[in-house]
Nanobody, 122 residues
């Protein structure tokens, strides 16, 4: 009952910009936090940025000042504007929605998108 569809990403040279977006279809699911995680080859998935329904955003130290997360609570979308990209930003970027399910099994739950590739060439 919750689907996350990501778009954007692609290939860019170092110093360039990209934007990834995620649209959530959330029937009977109250989304509290939306965010972006990334996974580079051979590494664990890591948090990039998250934003609460109230608009409070948090960023990984490695992207502070370069990435900006934004959210539309009406449309259930979250976007990540990535500027001054570096080769180490390369990876698969995953959208995540965390909230409360109003369908069985009730309670707190996370949902993930399928991921979108971001490649930054040096």
């Amino acid at each position: 009952q919750v689907q996350l569809v990501e778009s954007g990403g692609g290939l860019v040279q170092a110093g360039g910009s990209l934007r990834v977006s995620c649209a959530a279809s959330a029937n009977r699911f109250v989304i509290n936090v939306m965010g972006w995680y990334r996974q580079a080859p051979g590494k664990q998935r890591e948090l990039v940025a998250v934003v609460t329904s109230g608009g409070s955003a948090s960023y990984a130290d490695s992207v502070k000042g370069r990435f900006t997360i934004s959210r539309d609570n009406i449309k259930n979308t979250v976007s990540l504007q990535m500027d001054s990209l570096k080769p180490e930003d390369t990876g698969v970027y995953y959208c995540k929605a965390a909230g409360v399910a109003l369908f069985p099994p009730f309670g707190v739950r996370d949902y993930w998108g399928q991921g979108t590739q971001v490649t930054v060439s040096s």
